[in-house]
């Protein structure tokens, strides 16, 4: 039996019905069964955490679904003939877990470009596996909080284009001899490197001379390199972009940097010991031609004339010499460079001269003058050259004219920062005008009024920050009606009002510290699910109870409610509802109930203040979670408990108050190795503690052995704005310290029943500024040795039962300004007599 031949048009159909069904087919079994079950078991690794500043905008593997095609899946790509994951780009895909060394990522052998950057791989180190990627030409490891040792297997990726591990939170370390293996000897055909922030304090700069001279970008940014910078940099002909920044780099920048004519882009910023010669700076200036970005801030440039920067190529569009030490006028025909777009020449407070109000370049779009001498009077003319402008940062500088009502034409602004000058008056109602603004700084001037309606016109206003002003009246509404506001700083103001109408939706951060508000805590504030960082301290007539749902920010870093009249108890959910927080600040209120007592593992705590108010019961065991612990003040309150000995173990532990409550028993020293090596404020009294005085804690107490010459406020590390406060009997009196400078040492045990003798021991801690042992039971002699505290501002030793004569030794204490020795059984040196040692500027000595 035969078959009837199909028509032309049958046939056709026939044709494209099998087309359709092989594509079909061939689509459903594209990606190799082994390498999607790969990719889902590495998907079911991790969970996805976003963050409340998290600019992803979702996690690709939410595409990877069972039974479907791997390779149409968000991020991988595929061999087309075998069906191989041969590219996986899961960059700012919001993983957050550990990279085992058994991840089936591994067992994508074909693997040829692999991006994970971008995530938080929680200080996973980087695996050894990762070197049997051996067909990998593209790593990039950025940001994905990966720790320790980069691996010398790296090494075994020879076919390596492009390798990134740079920006891990400086976790990642590189030692020389790895450096050697995994950059010299076999990744010849590197092109880009990127390891900036990688510790590489034990490489040696001239070993930057063996890689190879191929490469088109090296970046070794903020890498801890130290040295000269290596004299033959002029072999990497090809490079294109080239950044030693934030490194320890000394000495010139040697003249043969003229030979990398590629240059596109240069930085060498912030490199305190390195300089610029003039003559170095003529010859980059000639031969650098290509060159459209030069970064050289905080690069000595002292010695080269501000004019001579005229000469830089005609091609440069960016131009950054902030902190240079710069003298003279400031160079106003820079602006013939027909490119130029960008131009930062702040903390040069040596540079003088008027700011060119004519002749402009016509495309800047960024100019930073902040903390110069240089003239800006803001004009018509002026500000009609600026039409391009996008960002102005004009911070603490010599502005001539004080009237902003003209910024209203800059309307391509982006970002306008007037901090820190002596605008007087009222906010201009034209920079409603700048609807383009993003952020608008005018903090730190003398700005009255009220906040202008004006404002409200400002829809993609992202920081708003007038705090230190004297703006008066309530906080307008519109404020939290504009969409995209996320910070937002008034504190320091004269600003008055009910604090429960606050009412907005994406706020990151909020601080309306130092006002005169009033009312309870809005509920609206605990909705803020993106909320970083709330201050509310120190408006006095903030009422009410502090809500357990507070505890559903759970993106909260930082809490200040101190100074205030809130009452009822401390949410028990404080102390384990979020891993992020790292400042905790209830002082001086009028809470009752016990102490959080529940501290999760792995928390981010740096600064606990509960200090003045009504807390009761012990303080929890649970606190030694807080390894990040910087300061535990727990003062004034109703606290009962024996000594807390298990505090000894925070590795960071600097300030410990407990004064002012009911603790009881004995201290008798350290449990433990290494307890409280760190401490520099060390109060313990007004209790009831009893018998000998804590001498093993004196031999352990190093930093009060050692001075510290930087300083420095201590702070919070994620905000550098916020420093730790604390208040302490200073000098005799009452004071509360806004700010803790880092070279303050006190001990003081006073107000307790400590008995004995004043250990020898003691004269070990040299640094220590305040001494108080002062209204105990303590006996015997003052020790002689005493007079070996050289740094001590005020000792008091009064109201004790100490017998013997004064050591003379006491004359040599040359900063001292409070001596108190009074009510005891001494003899000796007549107050006459003290009053007439030598070299000593006392403020006050009390009667003996």
Partial sequence: MGFSPLSLSQSISFILFLFHFHSTISSSHFCALDQSLSLLQFKESFSIRSSASDHCQHPKTES??????????????????????????????????????????????????????????????????????????????????????????????????SLDLSDNNLQLSLEPISFDKLLVRNLTKLRELDLSSVNMSLVVPDSLMNLSSSLSSLKLNYCRLKGKLPSSMGKF???????????DFTGSIP?????????????????????????????????????????????????????????????????????????????GNIFLLPKLESLDMSYNNRLTGSFPSSNLSNVLSSLDLSNTRISVYLEKDLISNLKSLEYMYLRNSNIIRSDLAPLGNLTQLILLDFSSNNFIGEIPSSLGNLVQLRYLKLDSNKFMGQIPDSLGSLLNLRTLSLYGNLFNGTIPSFLFALPSLQYLDLHNNNLIGNISELQHDSLVYLDLSNNHLHGPIPSSIFKQENLEVLILASNSKLTGEISSSICKLRFLRLLDLSNNSLSGSTPLCLGNFSNMLSVLHLGMNNLQGTIPSIFSKNNSLEYLNLNGNELEGKIPPSIISCTLLEVLDLGNNKIEDTFPYFLETLPKLQILVLKSNKLQGFVKGPTTYNSFSKLQIFDISDNNFSESLPTGYFNSLEAMMTLDQNMIYMGAINYSSYVYSIEMIWKGVKTKFMKIQSTIRVLDLSNNNFTGEIPKVIEKLKALQQLNLSHNSLTGHIQSSLGNLTNLESLDLSSNLLTGRIPMQLEGLTFLAILNLSHNQLEGLTFLAILNLSHTKWRAIQHL
């Avoid at 131009?319 to 006028?329: F, I, N, P, T, Y």
């Fill in 255 to 331: 003249y043969d940097f003229e030979q990398l004519t590629e240059l596109v882009s240069l930085g060498l910023s912030s490199n305190n010991d390195l300089s610029l010669e003039p003559i170095s700076f003529h010859k980059i200036v000639q031969n650098l031609t290509k060159l459209r970005e030069l970064d050289l801030g905080y690069v000595n440039m002292s010695l080269v004339a501000p004019n001579s920067l005229t000469n830089l190529s005609s091609s440069l569009s960016s131009l950054s010499l902030w902190g240079c030490g710069l003298q003279g006028k400031f160079p």
């Fill in 64 to 161: 990877w679904k069972e039974g479907t095609d791997c390779c149409s899946w968000d991020g991988v790509t595929c061999d087309m003939k075998t069906g191989h994951v041969t590219g996986l780009d899961l960059a700012c895909s919001m993983l957050y877990g550990t990279l085992h060394p058994n991840s089936t990522l591994f067992s994508l052998h074909h693997l040829q470009q692999l991006d994970l950057s971008d995530n938080d791989f929680n200080s996973s180190h980087i695996s050894s596996r990762f070197g049997q990627f051996s067909n990998l030409t593209l790593l990039n490891l950025n940001y994905s909080v990966f720790a320790g040792q980069v691996p010398s297997e790296i090494s075994h990726l020879s076919k390596l284009v």
């Fill in 237 to 247: 002909k090809h490079l294109q972009y080239l950044d030693l920044g934030g490194n």
